[in-house]
Each structure stands twice: as C-alpha cells, then as structure tokens.
Nanobody
Framework: QVQLVESGGGLVQSGGSLRLSCVASGVIFRVNVLGWYRQAPGKQRELVATITSSARTNYADSVKGRFTISRDNAKNTVYLQMNSLKPEDTAVYYC?????????????????WGQGTQVTVSS
C-alpha cells in the first residue's frame, strides 16, 4: 500500500508564500512522476505542476514564475514552493504520484493521491 500525506497548507495574505510537502510511504521501488493538483470550490481539479524522475518540470500557465516544484528522491518527497500568492490560488491542493511498489499481491505499478491540504489566500 502506498500513502501520500500532504502538509504545509494554511491561510496567507495575497502576495505571501507557502511551501507544501508531500511524503510517499510504503515499500516503494520507484516513483516516476510526482505532481500537484488543485481544486477550487465548484471547479474541476486542475494540474498545477509535475516533476519527472529526471527532474523535468511542467507548470500550469497560471503559476509559471510563481510556483516551483522540486523532489527529494531519497525521501520520496515532493515540494511546492508557492510565492506571490493570489486569491485565485485558493483551493485544496492534492499530491499525486505514480510508480512501482510492493503490495500484498506482489510488486505492481500504482497511482496514488493524497488527502489534500487547504490553501487559502486572502485579499
């Protein structure tokens, strides 16, 4: 079983910064792509940023130049540094990971989501 646990969300004023973290736990052999997604009230979940195992990154246009995704492979952890936050960044932020891990049925590929962490940006 693979679990993702996010932390670092909270309330911040417009223009402020937050750093989100997400740790993957379990008997994990390989983590391929790590990503952050967000869902605002009444809206669909959208991609924020992803990072591959070779550190190639991809960002939504709305966060380019403000957010930075990074990862620590030794700790199976992904980070999202969010600067110059805007009220429209308010959402629940979810961590996503895919890779290979050990389950009761043996080694197999997985795709997992965290439970989400709330980010609220006040104007």
């Amino acid at each position: 079983q693979v679990q993702l646990v996010e932390s670092g969300g909270g309330l911040v004023q417009s223009g402020g910064s937050l750093r989100l973290s997400c740790v993957a736990s379990g008997v994990i052999f390989r983590v391929n792509v790590l990503g952050w997604y967000r869902q605002a009230p009444g809206k669909q979940r959208e991609l924020v940023a992803t990072i591959t195992s070779s550190a190639r990154t991809n960002y939504a246009d709305s966060v380019k130049g403000r957010f930075t995704i990074s990862r620590d492979n030794a700790k199976n952890t992904v980070y999202l540094q969010m600067n110059s936050l805007k009220p429209e960044d308010t959402a629940v932020y979810y961590c996503n990971a895919d890779g290979s891990a050990l389950f009761n049925s043996g080694r197999r590929d997985f795709v997992s989501w965290g439970q989400g962490t709330q980010v609220t940006v006040s104007s």
